[in-house]
C-alpha cells in the first residue's frame, strides 16, 4: 500500500520522522511504525538534484526484502505527537485565529521551528540542535545519486578517511542501519550525539566484506552557511538581516555594467511589518531603500563571499552577534554607497 501525504494535522511525528526540511521525503516501513529505509534528500543547489528513480527503486526493493523478513516488535517505545501538542504551536494557532486568518496545512517545515520554540521555552534549546539530518558529506562521503550505496570519493581527512574508507566501497550498513539510500545514513547520523559518536560501518571492497568504524569528534554536526542556506528552518532564527530579495540575472546585471558572476540582489522587501519589525526599520534608519541592489558585505573591512539570497539569510543568522557591525555595499541608480547597520540582538 502506498499513502501519499502532504499534511501534517495528526501525523505522529515520533513515527513518521524525517528531514522535515525536505520538500519530498519517501518511507518504506511496516504498519507497527518500523521504518526500514528512507528516500529524499537535497543539496544547496536544488531540491530534487539528488533524486534518481533508479535509487528510489532500489529503496523499494530494499524494503520488501526487509519486510519479508521483519518480525513484529512489542509496542512503540515513543507515545504518538503531533505538531498539536506542542504549547508553543497551539499558542501560534490562538494568535493566527485572532488575526482572523487560518493555517489551511500544517506544512512539513512547522515542525522544526516548532520544536525550536518549544525548546527554547523549556530551556533545553542548543544551537547545535540547528544542524539536523547531517548529509553524508558531513562526514566525508560523497555517495553516487543513481547507487546510492557506492562510494564515490572520501574527503581527506575526513572521519570517513580516518576510518579508512575508500572510494569504490559499498556501504551496507552503518550502526543497525541497512544503507539503501543517502537518508537511510543520515537517519544514523541524526541520532548520533554533536558531542561525538562511534558508529560501526559494514562496507564491501573487491568483493570482500569489510568492518571499520566511524569515529566522530565533538562539534562534527556543524556544517558553513552555505550548506544551512536552503533549509526553511533558517527562517525563524536570529538575528535577522530585516531585507531580502531576487538575485540579478545577468541581462540585468550587464545593464548595471556588473561581471555577469558578480552577487547582486535586488533589495524589494524591507521587514517592518509583521510580529518583529525592528530588523527592517533598523536597516531602513541605517539608509538601506527598497529597490537598491546590495553589491555584498564587507565585517571589519573584509569582503564576505556570499552565493545567494537564502545564503545571505543563512550566513547573517549563523555568523553575527549583537552589537557587530555589518557594511552593505549597496547600488543606488548610479550611486555606489556602503550603509552601516548594527546587528540587533534577539528578542
Given at each position: 500500500m502506498c499513502v501519499r501525504v502532504t499534511d501534517l494535522r495528526g501525523v505522529?511525528?515520533?513515527?513518521?520522522?524525517?528531514?522535515?526540511?525536505?520538500?519530498?521525503?519517501?518511507?518504506?516501513?511496516?504498519?507497527?511504525?518500523?521504518?526500514?529505509?528512507?528516500?529524499?534528500?537535497?543539496?544547496?543547489?536544488?531540491?530534487?538534484?539528488?533524486?534518481?528513480?533508479?535509487?528510489?527503486?532500489?529503496?523499494?526493493?530494499?524494503?520488501?526484502?526487509?519486510?519479508?523478513?521483519?518480525?513484529?516488535?512489542?509496542g512503540d517505545p515513543k507515545p504518538p505527537k503531533t505538531l498539536d501538542d506542542y504549547p508553543v504551536w497551539q499558542e501560534k494557532l490562538a494568535d493566527v485565529k485572532r488575526r482572523k486568518?487560518?493555517?489551511?496545512?500544517?506544512?512539513?517545515?512547522?515542525?522544526?521551528?516548532?520544536?525550536?520554540?518549544q525548546a527554547v521555552r523549556d530551556g533545553t534549546w542548543e544551537r547545535a540542535q540547528i544542524w539536523r539530518w547531517p548529509p553524508p558529506e558531513q562526514v566525508?562521503?560523497?555517495?553516487?545519486?543513481?547507487?546510492?550505496?557506492?562510494?564515490?570519493?572520501?574527503?581527506?581527512?575526513?572521519?570517513?578517511?580516518?576510518?579508512?574508507?575508500?572510494?569504490?566501497?559499498?556501504?551496507?550498513r552503518a550502526g543497525t542501519q541497512p544503507v539503501a539510500s543517502r537518508a537511510d545514513l543520515s537517519s544514523v547520523l541524526e541520532d548520533a550525539l554533536p558531542s561525538g559518536a562511534r558508529i560501526p560501518l559494514q562496507l564491501e571492497r573487491s568483493g570482500e566484506a569489510r568492518e571499520l568504524t566511524l569515529e566522530l569528534e565533538p562539534g562534527w554536526r556543524v556544517g558553513t552557511p552555505e550548506q544551512f542556506a536552503w533549509r526553511p528552518s533558517k527562517w525563524g532564527l536570529e538575528p535577522?538581516?530585516?531585507?531580502?530579495?531576487?538575485?540579478?540575472?545577468?541581462?540585468?546585471?550587464?545593464?548595471?555594467?556588473?561581471?555577469?558572476?558578480?552577487?547582486?540582489?535586488?533589495?524589494?522587501y524591507l521587514v517592518t511589518w509583521g510580529d518583529d519589525p525592528r530588523y527592517g526599520k533598523a536597516v531602513v534608519a541605517a539608509g538601506l531603500r527598497k529597490g537598491?541592489?546590495?553589491?555584498?558585505?564587507?565585517?571589519?573591512?573584509?569582503?564576505?563571499?556570499?552565493?545567494?539570497?537564502?545564503?545571505?539569510?543563512?550566513?547573517?543568522?549563523?555568523?553575527?552577534?549583537?552589537?557587530?557591525?555589518?557594511?552593505?555595499?549597496?547600488?543606488?541608480?548610479?550611486?555606489?554607497?556602503?550603509?552601516?547597520?548594527?546587528?540587533?540582538?534577539?528578542?
Open positions: 505522529d511525528l515520533n513515527t513518521y520522522r524525517f528531514d522535515f526540511d525536505l520538500t519530498f521525503q519517501a518511507l518504506a516501513m511496516n504498519a507497527d511504525g518500523t521504518v526500514y529505509h528512507r528516500f529524499g534528500s537535497r543539496n544547496s543547489e536544488s531540491a530534487d538534484g539528488l533524486l534518481r528513480m533508479s535509487a528510489l527503486v532500489g529503496v523499494l526493493e530494499a524494503g520488501l526484502a526487509a519486510h519479508a523478513k521483519h518480525e513484529p516488535r512489542p486568518r487560518s493555517i489551511d496545512c500544517y506544512h512539513c517545515h512547522f515542525v522544526f521551528e516548532t520544536e525550536r520554540r566525508g562521503l560523497d555517495l553516487d545519486p543513481e547507487r546510492p550505496q557506492q562510494i564515490v570519493t572520501v574527503l581527506a581527512g575526513s572521519p570517513a578517511a580516518e576510518a579508512g574508507v575508500q572510494a569504490g566501497d559499498r556501504l551496507l535577522k538581516p530585516g531585507f531580502g530579495g531576487p538575485l540579478l540575472n545577468a541581462k540585468q546585471k550587464a545593464q548595471l555594467g556588473l561581471d555577469p558572476d558578480a552577487f547582486a540582489l535586488r533589495v524589494n537598491d541592489v546590495l553589491l555584498g558585505v564587507e565585517v571589519d573591512g573584509e569582503r564576505v563571499r556570499l552565493e545567494s539570497g537564502p545564503h545571505l539569510h543563512s550566513w547573517w543568522r549563523l555568523t553575527r552577534s549583537p552589537g557587530e557591525r555589518v557594511r552593505l555595499l549597496v547600488r543606488r541608480r548610479e550611486q555606489e554607497l556602503g550603509v552601516e547597520v548594527e546587528v540587533l540582538p534577539p528578542k
